[in-house]
């Protein structure tokens, strides 16, 4: 049986007094007897009973929750996720490099309507920050294309021959999916074009 934390944290506070004070044959006794009762390495175990005896409270050895910084402002995110869309959503890698020719590019041509403060914060940002910042929205945009493409099979599965826009793909009448290639369009093309 395992113990829990609460418990572990107990037993180590009773053996500390008593560790402090021993001789090294029975602070090895106190390792071996700490080590299996909480199931613990030696090397841990002597962690532990330095800590608890450095500071009683174990509350205390717990880390205050930070409240987060925000470097950039909303107006400033909004700015980016215009840029990354602009480019159809490449990586912070891929983006950062090509942000200031694409910033300035949309402020000229009066598509990113933003103060001159919001277009430095955006270019003094790293590729690391776009990612973390633009998380949250590639997330939402993948579900969206997933379930795009959801409802593209199920309108295929009813109705092979409807168009969903396959970028210039043209199935020929009463064809199916598995038998329409390349040479089935060329060969329907070269027919319909001559006389």
């Known amino acids: 049986m395992e113990l829990d934390l ?6 180590t506070a009773m053996m500390v007094r008593k560790y402090a004070k021993a001789t090294r044959a029975e602070k090895s006794a106190m390792l071996g007897q700490l080590c299996e009762v909480n199931g613990w390495h030696r090397d841990h175990a002597r962690k532990a ?5 450095a500071c009683p409270d174990p509350a ?11 470097r950039y402002q909303p107006e400033v995110i909004e700015a980016l996720v215009k840029v990354w869309a602009g480019l159809d959503g490449p990586t912070g890698k891929r983006l950062a490099p090509a942000m200031p020719t694409l910033v300035a590019s949309l402020v000229a041509h009066g ?64 064809s199916s999916r598995s038998t329409w290639s ?9 027919s319909s074009v001559s006389p």
């Open 6 to 11: 609460a418990t572990r944290r107990r037993v």
């Open 111 to 174: 598509e990113l309507d933003v103060p001159p403060e919001v277009v430095d914060q955006l270019l003094a940002m790293s590729p690391a920050t776009i990612d973390r910042r633009l998380a949250r929205i590639r997330c939402e945009a993948t579900l969206r294309r997933e379930l795009v493409d959801q409802a593209r099979v199920a309108v295929e599965v009813a109705d092979p021959d409807a168009d969903l826009g396959r970028l210039g793909q043209q199935r020929a009448p009463g």
């Open 60 to 70: 205390a050895l717990q880390r205050r929750q930070r409240s987060p910084v925000l």
């Open 182 to 190: 390349a040479t089935t369009a060329a060969t329907s093309m070269a």
């Open 49 to 53: 009973l330095r800590q608890a005896a």
